[in-house]
């Protein structure tokens, strides 16, 4: 079915913030716009679907936004057709709320959709393409943990800032003679970690897919301190676990769409630290800071770039697929086949590898 | 007493991190230098006195250090030079060792110190002083509290990291509407929260000067989710306290030189706010991001002035004095004068009524 | 005159763009309103008033405009109501349009005019005051030169933004033992070089207030090669001229409002010195780039106040008044004493005396 | 041959500055002492060599560097091995010294050499190894056009300071209604301007690759200000041209080595689309700025990445090679393929199509 059918397209952003969604939804809307195309825009995720608040965009509503963090679409968490969350009483009850959604899809006489997300947005788009509406997905996570596609946009922009807090951080650290954890994003993947400890000359990281020896970490901040450098700075992710041990939960929600939070590692490695050696330590959680600002010049190319693919499949009438970079080159894979995987960072992975080298340790 | 007699200098750095340390040393240093004086480097503050590590610092020590943070002396929190905290065993023993470092101070034939610190570190210099050490102190502090001075180099660096946080969370909070609690530095004044939250536009600044009434907090946040604004941001300074109440009390270190850590006003903010309305809601604590990093250009001008009219005092032959500047002027008090006094943020302060007059809610 | 009679203001930008424009009109708009009173925007500074361009401001014009550089009002430099230059045929002519000004003020029914502008600006807003406008003014300038107040919204962010160009060029001149001119803004007033080139620590520092002698800018350049640094970085400012001649003039453009426009001291600095020693020399000019850009947190707090300032000015009935701040307080100044008068860096300066004593050369 | 044989590697910086060298020096050393072998540091790119300028490395020498801007080698433009250039007397001469080179890299006991640079250190270091020194290459350009890799270090934070420029550029041009044209770096390839143009929306893109219409630069300038948007972006590589006409020469040098200087391209479009328009223009020349900094995060963790890959080879004895990134993965290819060969920007470049998509004029 080619993309002559195709007269309005609606676009929405779903799951967490990330820089580079404004960029999107501009690339999209302005190549659909110089393509003939009308464009209505979709208020907070599924939530504008369910609730059927959608507004047409126009050139005034996407111009100067491609510096802005956030998303002019407003987003949200918690809204999934097929697993809708709804508060009733002291307790979450889950609806399946595809029929309205698809109804409310015709009703403004939809084409198509872009859905710009993460791995959660993508099951629920993969939910609606049986139904009948035709998806192509825009990839989302500053995690960059998102199966399929090399890069993610925000990810960038997630690094940078993290790598700016570890910079800021070294000073006080080698002023202080302290052994400074800070807790970065990555849950699943250690990508962010990875990166940022990288970019910083972390002396430790700590990801979630190689699980730590406290022993080791602690030994390597004492033969630090035994050649004249009296503080190391520990990068990790905040699903990194100690060997035999699991994911630190900061606390359960209970009877909630989203009930376990991670979060305490630093705080547990830190403690651990100052417990084994007489050394002064720090924990610091970096928190939703990660999440937001401009994006940087990367992103926002790239972002342009996967909206831009995302119109070229519309146009190609290719629709049920996520757009993805391989190998520096643009493609798409079936949103089925992206479903519940998650990309996480190998053993040969170059930036591990490199880190390694430097003499960064790992806990391993 | 004159300059005249003054041939070689000791300088130290004192308490915590702070942007702009590196400018005040190169000042002095520099400025002595081009003067025919001897400058000698004393590592981590009242330590290096006590345990007599000193270094000559030459042209080449303190080239290229303007926009370094932290301190190329490196620093200590512990070590009063009439209290000094000792570790014996497993408790924390408290030394008076004027003794030895006046002794050092005359072994290395050192005619007048700079000190460059905080409240604790201007306090040991007073005790200092009563024993024939002439010290000329420069004002630090983020907290741009001590009394004496209208301004501190590394404030405007502090406010510049925290209200570059406040605009990044900015963005996630408006799209996923939500309420976002940033705690920011400031155990007895609100400065640094005022400051940022006044750059940021903050919704609502909570200061330790104003007690906060949480009803009227939650209030301000359902209002302007009812004119169609569904987030709000709340800075506030780790000091502040509900009305009635106490400042939040993370932790108590048992016996140490510093039991009382604060921390936990922006997760006890959060969470009320969440129980007494149906607004999501997140504490981020900013932490020590807000004391590294390189210092805004305004820093580094102010730390070169302050190090410059240090030297100035040095040739008067002007001793036991703290540079300040005030009302637009560099000028210097009595070390004695400032000890123990807290410089808060007054009711009439302009940033303050400035932030009133333009919505922002303090609270009360 | 109370402010009793006032129920609508208008506010106006004129002169070249300058970080923090937003954030005054955001706080003059915002503190009226919440004072009671109606705002509208004029456009395009004066041009607005001539040509009756004027808007309605509400709170969601004013919203989320404190972080962006620019205007949203506009500005514009040709129009000024006692000489508003008009291309005719091929040349330009010169009206006074004062009658039509004021006509226009009075239809739209405004009782006052809030003028935020620099030097030019605030004599057009005096030549109103005078036929009975209502006027408070908000000086504005990047070269912090408007005489009657200490300091301007605008100059910190161009100082940030040279400095952070400096700091970048040095590390290609250090790499490449290369002398480098970076000519920044300030034709009459050296403030910016001096503020940006003492944040950096440039070599050599070029101002308008102190002629420099080439040979000993030159003799600096070889000094410093001879203890074994190869480059040397000077700031400066766009009027600084050699001892005995005069500001180097880019060009005459013939019959304009604008005739002259200085430029070129980069490249004649750069030029002389690579003929006089054998040292590699590059010209830079920075340009418009100083004007603009997100203003830092200092210039957002500054401008907020600058504009509740006016305000207070505008609820007390003192009219004919422009908003200044000295010795560290807010203050106001008959309009009529600031016209024609330039704030120049004073021999007894504190910053240039700080840079002279840390041993930068001024060329004289 | 195995790298059993290699224990004591040299390393020198060729070409100008680029951010991001540091970061490979580190990763290079730190890879090379962590796997037991010497590392000689050469100052001054070949000229060190030339000049017999080597000394040691160490922990010390490359700690702290990751994040500092330039080169702690030195670099040099002017020496290259089999073309010497020398001044004599009033003219430049040629020599060829190759033979001193190898000499003093024979003397150094030096086993293999590390060479970091760009197209004309490149082919120096081909010229090197058919007189047996072994060499690997990494490739080096803020211009991104070197042919064989599809991405260089230095390449985005040279973007990332264009586009903060051009950020900083269109508040001024909205607010003035001008039309503001930006001169980047880039002689032979429009990478730069690409990137930087399509990361700040710039509404026109001018590169070397595309021979822009006046014609059409001009309407599209035009055709902004009738709907509204007084302003417009021009984004010009130095390299660009007119259709039918050449690059721009600022100057010749007579009798140089780099005798040929670019540049003009920005003041000439905005000097003919003034004439050819009503519309008021600026031209800004950004210059060496782009060179400077401190690296991004991608670059640090790029060029990281780039100097571990060539420890590689070192070890895996594959000498004469250049490391490249090609398809997201790391390679190494002949240094003689690469010789006098540009990377341009295709003409199915997805950033080209993106740009165009969204509106983007090339002036074609």
Redo the contacts between chains.
């Keep these: 079915m080619g993309a002559e059918t195709i007269k309005r397209i609606g676009i929405l952003?779903g799951g967490?913030?990330c820089?580079g969604?404004n960029a999107v939804i501009?690339?999209v809307a302005?190549?659909a716009m110089?393509g003939g195309l009308e464009v209505i825009g979709i208020a907070?995720g599924y939530l504008g679907l369910i609730e059927n608040r959608l507004q047409p965009l126009g050139w005034r509503d996407v111009s100067n936004i491609?510096?802005?963090?956030?998303?002019i679409l407003?987003?949200?968490?918690k809204a999934n057709p097929s697993r809708y969350a709804v508060?009733e009483g002291d307790r979450w009850v889950y609806h399946d709320v595809r029929d309205q959604v698809v109804e409310h899809y015709h009703q403004a006489k939809l084409d198509a959709l872009v859905v710009i997300g993460g791995d959660g947005t993508m099951s629920g788009a993969h939910t609606l393409t049986d139904r009948g509406v035709k998806i192509i997905g825009v990839p989302k996570t500053i995690d960059n943990d998102l199966w399929g596609t090399?890069v993610t946009f925000g990810h960038?922009t997630a690094?940078?800032?993290a790598?700016?807090?570890l910079?800021?951080?070294?000073?006080?650290a080698?002023?202080?003679?302290r052994v400074?954890v800070v807790e970065l994003m990555g849950r699943y993947a250690g990508w962010l970690a990875l990166?940022?400890g990288?970019?910083?000359?972390a002396d430790v990281i700590l990801i979630p897919e190689i699980p730590f020896d406290l022993e080791k970490v602690a030994r390597r901040c004492i033969e630090r301190r035994d050649v004249g450098k009296g503080f190391t700075i520990i990068a990790a992710g905040e699903g990194a676990m100690p060997v035999g041990g699991e994911a630190i939960v900061d606390h359960v929600v209970e009877d909630s769409p989203d009930p376990i939070r991670l979060g305490g590692v630093a705080k547990y490695v830190a403690d651990r630290i100052e417990q084994m050696t007489?050394l002064d330590s720090?924990a610091?959680?970096?928190?939703?800071?990660q999440?937001?600002?401009t994006p940087?010049?990367?992103d926002?190319?790239l972002a342009?770039?996967f909206?831009?693919?995302a119109?070229e499949l519309l146009e190609a009438g290719q629709f049920g697929r996520l757009v993805v970079q391989?190998?520096?080159?643009?493609d798409s894979v079936e949103l089925a086949e992206v479903a519940d995987k998650v990309r996480t960072v190998p053993p040969d992975c170059?930036?591990l590898?490199?880190?390694r080298?430097?003499?960064t340790s790992f806990g391993d």
């Excluded at 990288?198 to 000359?201: D, E, F, V």
């Excluded at 391989?326 to 643009?330: M, Y």
């Design positions: 952003t967490g913030d820089p969604l501009r690339a302005k190549s110089n907070d491609l510096t802005l963090g956030g998303t407003g987003s949200c968490n508060r090399d960038d690094v940078a800032t790598t700016d807090a910079d800021k951080i070294h000073t006080t080698a002023s202080h003679h400074m990166h940022a990288l970019a910083s000359g007489d720090r610091i959680v970096l928190g939703h800071v999440r937001g600002g940087t010049a990367f926002r190319i342009t770039m909206g831009h693919h119109f391989r190998e520096g080159r643009f170059p930036a590898q490199a880190a080298a430097v003499g």
